[in-house]
């Protein structure tokens, strides 16, 4: 009993210094706890007093919709490689072609056969690649101040007679020799970076080989051949790509795959491919298929 007593005597003042610094400590810890340290936000900016309290007894009022707008649909290409696209490109009348390719000599060359860095060979690529890049050009899908304006003053029509015709010249990108490996041991373990990742791609990186899609030996539906095509253009794409300046490739194909290159890659594989497989251009005479 008297011990009792003396634990809780005024005179004793230890009982109340501890329970002094219990509140104390408590009441610091709620300031902190509530009103300092839950008003900063990593990434937001930094809340009103109530908001912070709200946020830190868990009751988020956070419902309104996110204030930063969301970034519109976007489809890479209005190109899909359905039966009625395929029929127009193939509808392409390489005579009315001829008459529109005056237009583009001044920068594609003679025949498409291009000798600026600038602008790429056009004379025997695919007509659907032709086809698609122009209708992408037309509506903005791809962004090139020249083309976008030439382009739209190409019809649908116009566009598939000019790939037919560049795409029949015979003066024109080599073509692609018939296997898939011109050489033995172009495999993984190939020492020169550009061959490995042309035939054999890099498994880790989640690399297909650019073979498989631009050939040789692999084709896909859109993809421009490479072999023979100006180096700076090749490594330009690349790097538009990369950054996201070019995003028409349906389904970030290439997005996808150049993001992952280092910029040695890139010049490697755009000297490479400018490099190979060059053969003198076959005779000049036999450029126009429907001249008389
Ligand atoms: C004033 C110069 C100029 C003229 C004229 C011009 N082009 Fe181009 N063209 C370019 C340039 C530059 C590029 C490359 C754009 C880029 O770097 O993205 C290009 C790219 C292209 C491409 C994309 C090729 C690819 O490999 O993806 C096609 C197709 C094309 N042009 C077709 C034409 C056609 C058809 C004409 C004529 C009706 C024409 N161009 C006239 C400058 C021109
Ligand atoms: C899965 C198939 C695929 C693979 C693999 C692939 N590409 Fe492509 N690539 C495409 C397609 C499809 C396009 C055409 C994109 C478009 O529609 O504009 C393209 C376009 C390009 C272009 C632009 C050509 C032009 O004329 O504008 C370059 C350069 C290119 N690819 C380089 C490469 C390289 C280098 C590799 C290997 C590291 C590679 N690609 C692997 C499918 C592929």
Known sequence: MARDRNTVSPINPWPKVAWALVAGVAVISIGLGFGVLSRYQQNDPTLDLWSAICRGLGLNADIAPAKESEPALRTPSRIAWTTHTLDQVSAGDVRHGSFIAMNCVACHGQNGLS????????????????????????FGKRTSGVMEAIAKTLSVRDSADVAAYLAAQKDRLPPLPPARIPESGHGPRESDPAKRLVYAGDPRRGIAPCSSCHGPGGYKLGAPALHGQQAAYIERQLASFAQGLRQNDIFEQMRVIARQLTTDEMQALAAFYAGALQSPPTTHAGAHEDAP
Request: avoid cysteine; hydrophobic fraction near 50%.
């Open 115 to 138: 000798k600026s860095t600038v602008a790429p060979t056009l004379a025997g690529m695919d007509a659907a690649a032709i086809f698609k890049q122009l209708d992408d050009f037309r």
